[in-house]
Structure formats: C-alpha cells, structure tokens
C-alpha cells in the first residue's frame, strides 16, 4: 500500500470450500495510517471515526466465517481513497497543480462530479459540519500512486473472484458491507432502520434478492429500509451485472446496533449483530444460487 511498504491494502481470504455463491467485501473499514497521511489532517482522530465504517470488517469476518462465504477486506482507510467512488471523483482543487489537460478517458468522463464537489469524492477533501479534512494539498504522483495501488488493485481483485465463484457456481453475488450513522424514523414509522438494502433502484440484482432480504428481516422483527437513503455506488454500478449472473446488493447496518455510545470501539451487541447477518447472508446466498438454477443449487447441496 502505498506509504506503508509492504503491508497489504486489501486481503482475500477464501474458505476451502464456499458454502455458498457469495462474496462479502468491506472497503471503508480500513484502519492502517501512515503516519505521513495522520500528521498532515487537521483532526486525525475526529475525521477517521466520521470517514470510518467502524470495526463492520469484524461483523464481516464473522459472517464469511459461518456462512462459508469469500471476504474482501479493505485495510487501506477511506481517508488515503474511497473505493466506493469512481476514478474519476476527483476533487482537482486539492490537488497540486490543478486538473492536468490530459486527462485519460475514464478519469476525465467523471469531471465535474457532485460528490467529489461536496467533499466526499475519491479521495475524501471535507466533512459535513467540519470543514477541512487536509492542511495542504496532495501531490498528483501520490495520487496516482493510490488510485494504482489500491483502487485498481482492489476492484480487480474483487471483478476476479466474483468471476471465479461465477465460473463455479454458475452465479455469483457480492455483498457490500457497510455501516452507517443512526437514521431517523421516518413519517409514520416507530423506529429508525437498523438496516439498509441497495440495489441500485434494481440495477444491480435480481429483484427477488431485496424482496428476499426485506422479508427475512421483517420476520425477525429488524427495521429496514430499501435504497433509503443509501441505493449503492459505484462498487454496486461496476460489479453488479444481474443479466451476466453477477449480483451486488449494499448493506448498511446501524454504528449503534454494534459499537459503543461514541460510535468508536465493539460493544456487547457486536455478536447479535453479526449472527442477524449471517443468517441475511444465508438467506441471499441460497437465493442467488435459486436464480443461477440447477448447477448452483447442486453445488449449495453438495
């Protein structure tokens, strides 16, 4: 990873034999800063637990762990780069030297674009509320450097053994994991979610896979939400391909359900928590193989 030699920006880990047609990724868990990258924030500590989605690789780890699924998890923090934005999110302004004239295609078709505008682009600029993450600029050789070493390299990783498990299977899904603040109710309803579905309004899998994931969570007596307020992003629009036999759902599971009152450190609620996804992850698995037909469904009995 770049700053910190050789330590790994990303790990895959497979069990001997998957239980199931499913990848469980997490790439904004990440928590190894260089120390170059923490002495020039402003507020290192206050602007890694917002940027953070907090210890949910420990809930992600448990649910690979017994549902026999392969985990991707991102070790490089979202504050270095966000793997959930395109190559192109980029905001120029903070970048030494401004936006080059040339641009390649891929990265130049994503000027301009809104998030990387409001602050939480590929590379994270500021925090609603806060203001400015950085005290200075960052050089293009670090940046290209990144986008290299972590972003390419993670979503080949990720696009490779989704091709595998494919090949397998006959199908394949990719569960993107991730956590979010505490929401609040909606208009006439009890309590805030405690869960978030996305799938790309439907783009990026099989229909019957959200139905699937809501109805399960209802019967266990869970709140949740489908793409509100969080549909996915650009994890969910690479690498989701439901017509390929390729489907990607997103979802965000609520800091408070797991973590301490600061939002900070594992709390005794962690282990409910990650047997409540397991058994989410079950049900989607044993669905996605259901829709890959016969070959995936002997490979799940077998």
Same mark, same amino acid.
């Given at each position: 990873?770049?700053?910190?030699?050789?330590?790994?920006?990303?790990?895959?880990?497979?069990?001997?034999?998957?239980?199931?047609?499913?990848?469980?990724?997490?790439?904004?868990?990440?928590?190894?800063?260089?120390?170059?990258?923490?002495?020039?924030?402003?507020?290192? *500590?206050? @602007?890694?637990?917002? %940027?953070?989605?907090?210890?949910?690789?420990?809930? #992600?780890?448990?649910?690979? +762990?017994? =549902? &026999?699924?392969?985990?991707?998890?991102?070790?490089?923090?979202?504050?270095?780069?966000?793997?959930?934005?395109?190559?192109?999110?980029?905001?120029?302004?903070?970048?030494?030297?401004?936006?080059?004239?040339?641009?390649?295609?891929?990265?130049?078709?994503?000027?301009?674009?809104?998030?990387?505008?409001?602050?939480?682009?590929?590379?994270?600029?500021?925090?609603?509320?806060?203001?400015?993450?950085?005290?200075?600029?960052?050089?293009?050789?670090?940046?290209?450097?990144?986008?290299?070493?972590?972003?390419?390299?993670?979503?080949?990783?990720?696009?490779?053994?989704?091709?595998?498990?494919?090949?397998?299977?006959?199908?394949?899904?990719?569960?993107?994991?991730?956590?979010?603040?505490?929401?609040?109710?909606?208009? *006439?309803? @009890?309590?805030?979610? %405690?869960?978030?579905?996305?799938?790309?309004?439907? #783009?990026?899998?099989?229909? +019957?896979? =959200? &139905?699937?994931?809501?109805?399960?969570?209802?019967?266990?007596?869970?709140?949740?939400?489908?793409?509100?307020?969080?549909?996915?992003?650009?994890?969910?629009?690479?690498?989701?391909?439901?017509?390929?036999?390729?489907?990607?759902?997103?979802?965000?599971?609520?800091?408070?359900?797991?973590?301490?009152?600061?939002?900070?450190?594992?709390?005794?609620?962690?282990?409910?928590?990650?047997?409540?996804?397991?058994?989410?992850?079950?049900?989607?698995?044993?669905?996605?193989?259901?829709?890959?037909?016969?070959?995936?469904?002997?490979?799940?009995?077998?």
């Amino acid at each position: 990873m770049p700053g910190l030699g050789d330590a790994p920006a990303f790990t895959l880990t497979r069990p001997p034999r998957l239980g199931l047609p499913v990848l469980v990724a997490v790439p904004h868990a990440g928590r190894a800063y260089p120390d170059h990258v923490t002495a020039r924030m402003r507020d290192p *500590g206050h @602007a890694q637990l917002r %940027l953070e989605d907090r210890h949910v690789d420990r809930l #992600a780890i448990a649910i690979a +762990r017994e =549902a &026999g699924a392969a985990l991707l998890v991102a070790h490089a923090p979202r504050a270095l780069l966000d793997l959930n934005r395109a190559p192109g999110d980029i905001d120029w302004d903070m970048i030494e030297g401004g936006r080059p004239a040339d641009l390649p295609a891929h990265i130049a078709v994503h000027h301009g674009n809104a998030r990387a505008r409001s602050g939480l682009g590929l590379v994270p600029r500021r925090l609603p509320g806060s203001g400015e993450i950085w005290r200075g600029r960052l050089s293009r050789d670090e940046l290209t450097a990144r986008i290299e070493g972590i972003h390419t390299a993670y979503h080949a990783m990720l696009s490779d053994e989704l091709a595998r498990i494919r090949q397998e299977w006959g199908v394949a899904l990719l569960v993107d994991l991730h956590s979010m603040p505490p929401l609040r109710a909606g208009e *006439g309803e @009890a309590r805030a979610p %405690l869960v978030v579905i996305g799938d790309r309004f439907g #783009a990026s899998c099989h229909n +019957r896979l =959200a &139905g699937r994931a809501l109805a399960h969570l209802e019967t266990r007596g869970v709140t949740a939400t489908h793409n509100r307020p969080y549909s996915g992003g650009y994890v969910l629009d690479r690498h989701g391909a439901p017509q390929d036999g390729t489907h990607a759902v997103q979802i965000e599971v609520c800091r408070t359900a797991y973590l301490d009152r600061n939002l900070a450190e594992p709390a005794a609620g962690l282990p409910a928590v990650a047997a409540m996804l397991t058994s989410l992850v079950r049900e989607l698995g044993a669905e996605a193989a259901r829709i890959g037909g016969a070959h995936a469904l002997r490979q799940a009995a077998e």
